[in-house]
């Protein structure tokens, strides 16, 4: 729990007042910020690893760094928000 | 002007009937985020057919004063419940709900929730019926993160790690199946699979333990887009990965048995095909209807048709062969339904989700093509019951009689007593008199089979007990 708690000290600020009806369930946020951490350590992995097998030569392609490999949503263009990035 | 009983969990609007046209109203308190998803999401959602498209009426058309937009969204023909829905079409599901969050997303969105019962099947596609299901994302979690795991991610994973029949408990939770039983339910080896470790696994542990928690610490704390994108596709990648295939039941190479020789399954189809252009129905409910062979006849024929089985395995294989016909004759919607215990009215006051029977109102056809004997043989139902009960389906009723001295009777009886001493050809024909008109009796070639086409005589228009 700890390591939750320094993650969220140390995560953006942006105040904001959700307008969902629905009980998400602290258990449900809280857990949302750890996979985010175990998901964003798995792609820097993957594509660190990925660039190293390409320098060796062993892969021909450099692995993409974008979580959206979906083609059929790549056109979508995006639109900003304030999420304090 | 009458408010529909399932719409009045989220204050953002509701639907309601107005001179038999449904309307949704959007609430004053919805109203800056409903420009905000017309104008960045709604046609996009549109044109990929992931929503239903609406139009905006008159604001006079409005149920109350706290009107800010009334709209009138595409019409569905057939509302369907996920728990009568095959493991591909709640899979389906699942993917079109991934599929528009992170649409959403990108767009500057976010969904609010992730109930099943917000998808409905439209030309044998899943799409989006809750308009007002989306909020600005201004960094916050995903409050619909947990929903989604227990509408779609808990029962599918169910039936695929214990059984297919476990879709059934989305009957009996209505707000998708509890973390803390599914991951009971689960193998202990889900443990060792990073996917079902975090989001059933662990969240149910963290459900049990932060159920009293405030939230009002989360509320300064904010999580990236792309963070949000991560989960989203990490769960498109699991729900992709699980596959429950057709083979495991009984009943879906039914056909493929020897009911029927060749000549006989074709007489069969054609005098099927004749009734369906005697009677000219609308909408027809298949009872029994297997991988959908006869269904498909009246789709042909543009007949807006539910093809109801018992079978996980049929109803899916039924659903997999229109998706592979690329939805031709997709007015027909394959799915579950047990007749012995058909579907409930469930929810707040026995009203939020209607029962099988109250949504028969207005079909015009039923058709039970080989049906009876596993009513009224394998499930003791009297003759009597079982045609009453198709009275109460539609006006025009198909009907197939399968004798005694058929084999798959003789199966049936097998390994029981014959306590059946009514069931023959004469009196089910002097029952069915009592309730229908007979309009055409046509013995089937090469079989001791009969197929019936009935009209309902007017007197009976209350429903069976």
Redesign the interface.
């Known amino acids: 729990m700890l390591f939750i708690n320094t993650f969220?000290e140390i995560?953006?600020?942006?105040?904001?007042?959700?307008?969902?009806?629905?009980d998400?369930?602290?258990?449900?946020?809280?857990?949302?910020?750890?996979?985010?951490i175990?998901?964003?350590g798995m792609?820097i992995f993957r594509n660190s690893f990925g660039n190293l097998l390409y320098m060796l030569g062993i892969r021909k392609n450099k692995t993409e760094d974008s979580?959206?490999?979906?083609s059929?949503?790549s056109d979508?263009?995006?639109?900003?928000?304030?999420?304090?990035? | 002007v009458q408010k529909l009983a399932s719409s009045f969990r989220d204050p953002s609007g509701f639907v309601y009937t107005r001179d038999d046209a449904l309307l949704r109203q959007v609430n004053h308190r919805y109203a800056s985020n409903f420009d905000i998803f017309q104008k960045q999401l709604y046609e996009i959602l549109v044109e990929r057919k992931l929503i239903v498209s609406h139009e905006q009426v008159d604001l006079s058309l409005a149920f109350s004063e706290d009107a800010y937009a009334v709209i009138k969204p595409q019409t569905i023909p057939f509302i369907s419940y996920p728990y009568e829905w095959s493991f591909a079409q709640l899979k389906d599901a699942a993917l079109t709900t991934l599929r528009i969050q992170k649409i959403a997303l990108k767009r500057g969105l976010t969904l609010k929730d992730a109930s099943a019962y917000n998808i409905q099947f439209l030309n044998g596609e899943p799409i989006f019926i809750d308009t007002l299901s989306f909020e600005p994302f201004a960094g916050q979690q995903w409050t619909a993160y947990r929903q989604f795991c227990q509408h779609f991610l808990a029962p599918l994973s169910l039936a695929v790690s214990r059984d297919i029949s476990l879709l059934s408990l989305l009957r009996v939770y209505i707000d998708g199946i509890p973390l803390p039983l599914t991951s009971r339910m689960l193998p202990w080896l889900s443990r060792l699979n990073l996917g079902m470790q975090m989001h059933i696994h662990t969240h149910a542990r963290f459900e049990t333990r932060h159920a009293a928690s405030s939230i009002e610490q989360l509320k300064t704390k904010s999580i990236k887009r792309d963070t949000l994108l991560n989960i989203v596709s990490n769960l498109e990648n699991i729900i992709r990965s699980l596959n429950w295939s057709t083979e495991k039941t009984a009943w879906h190479n039914y056909y493929d048995g020897d009911s029927y020789t060749e000549a006989g399954f074709q007489h069969k189809k054609a005098i099927f095909e004749t009734y369906l252009d005697i009677a000219r129905p609308n909408s027809l409910w298949d009872l029994g209807a297997n991988t959908g062979v006869f269904s498909q006849l009246a789709g042909q024929r543009n007949i807006s048709t539910v093809a109801w089985d018992y079978d996980y395995g049929a109803v899916q294989q039924h659903y997999e062969n229109i998706k592979a016909s690329n939805h031709e004759h997709c007015s027909v919607l394959p799915l579950v339904q047990d007749l012995s215990n058909p579907s409930p009215a469930v929810g707040w006051s026995n009203h939020e989700r209607d029962s099988f029977i109250e949504r028969a109102q207005g079909v015009d056809m039923v058709s039970a093509l080989a049906l009876i004997h596993h009513v009224v043989i394998a499930n003791n139902v009297p003759i009597d019951h079982f045609v009453r009960f198709l009275t109460s389906l539609g006006k025009y009723a198909i009907v197939e009689f399968v004798p005694k001295t058929d084999h798959k009777v003789q199966t049936l009886l097998k390994s029981r007593q014959d306590i059946f001493d009514d069931y023959n050809r004469a009196t089910f024909e002097e029952i069915l008199r009592r309730y229908f008109t007979i309009e055409r009796i046509d013995e089937i070639q090469e079989s001791s089979r009969v197929l019936y086409l009935l009209r309902s005589k007017p007197e009976n228009t209350s429903p069976s007990n």
């Not at chain 1, 979580?67 to 979906?70: G, I, S, T, V």
């Open positions: 969220v995560s953006h600020h942006s105040i904001f007042v959700p307008l969902a009806y629905l998400p369930g602290t258990g449900s946020l809280i857990l949302q910020m750890l996979i985010g175990v998901l964003g792609v979580a959206d490999k979906d059929d949503i979508i263009e995006e639109v900003n928000t304030d999420e304090g990035q």
